[in-house]
């Protein structure tokens, strides 16, 4: 199992270029057409496209934060399962609500938190890889790692 991209980042990103890329090129030509028609024409569709690129940009940038590929693609991750337990973490909702997060401590003293409830069926010395995607925290002395189910090496284990 190799790394894979997170498909949600790729998709987002792909329409960011294009919708910049689009309203920059319309921009330059509402911008020529203005110039041309000495600013009776163009002026208003070269404002809107340069806001839409703006918007584009501004979003483009806050969907690819932090710069770095490591925390937009899948890694294989694993090993043998030490002992694995399981905390509920706080939505963050005005409503309420909390989310369950199984934790597997692996025998070289490596923790992922596994965001799955097939990690909940999960023993002491199973062989586990979790797709794991770093995690950016602010101020943390290390990023952490955000995990889904990868394969069970048990016989008749599920996969990824």
Known sequence: MSQQWDVGYLIW???TIVVTAGAFLTVIGAFITA???RGNRGVGVMLA???VMVVAGG???WVAWPFDGQYHRYQPLGG???????RLIASGTTNGGSTQKFVLTFTD???????DTRCSAVKAGDDVTLMCER???WNAPSPGWDCNWGIDHRPGGTSF
């Open 135 to 137: 995690t950016y925290q």
């Open 109 to 115: 003293g490596q923790a992922l938190g596994c965001n």
């Open 35 to 37: 110039l041309a028609t």
């Open 59 to 61: 979003l483009g940038t």
């Open 49 to 51: 496209a340069a806001i």
């Open 13 to 15: 990103m792909i329409i």
């Open 80 to 86: 043998t399962v030490a002992s694995i337990s399981s």
